[in-house]
């Protein structure tokens, strides 16, 4: 075993991104551990793998020791049920956890954010995103990347209307659309934001999607 690898902790690994990054992750000769934060357990075995079961709403009082850490959480105001519950998800958790594992020595936060994030903009979803990126860029990390995807390609558990009809647009007439706004496969997102913890610029580096393609 190399004395050069490190353990990565993921957290949102049930999700598109997630499911594809935790792959790459176990994949890689990068990292001697992968710990993934989970409600429940997923039905993986892996000799790398670590699954650490947790209440989300009891981040406070847990300690998170790893070197890199990504973050792939994401949900709807539909799937949440409330603004309140999704701006839980989307930036109270990974705040939280982010502070935790820096406290505790990790060196890298990686982030999926959305494009067009602003913690000014008139659309609650954006607003929010910004607003973690932010909290999290006041953090210290000496590397801290923030991924900004446009629209994902890829397959969900759940049907997203307004999704399905642009991905049908943007497969069509993608030749029409500039590169930074183009569908982007969430395989790709993960390949970035691992490629990225191989060799981070220090500080702040924010990946937009024409960037990952």
Known sequence: MSTDQKSALLVGAS????????KQLLE????EKV??????????????LEQRVIDFDKLGSLTFKTDHVFCTLGTTIKTAGSKEAFKRVDEDYPFQIA???????????AIVSSMGSDKNSRFFYNQVKG???EKLENIGFPYLGIFRPSMLLGDRNEKRI????????????????????KAIHVDKVALAMLEYAKR???GLSIIESDKML
């Open 99 to 109: 502070e935790n594992c820096f406290k505790n020595g990790a060196t890298l936060f």
């Open 200 to 202: 981070p610029n220090k």
């Open 15 to 22: 999700g598109l991104i997630g499911k594809s990054l935790l």
């Open 131 to 133: 607003q973690v990126e």
């Open 28 to 31: 890689s000769t990068d990292y």
């Open 35 to 48: 710990i993934i934060l989970v409600r429940r357990k997923i039905d993986l075995e892996h000799p790398l």
């Open 162 to 181: 307004g999704e399905t009809i642009g991905q049908a647009f943007m497969k069509g007439l993608g030749f029409l659309i500039p590169k930074k706004y």
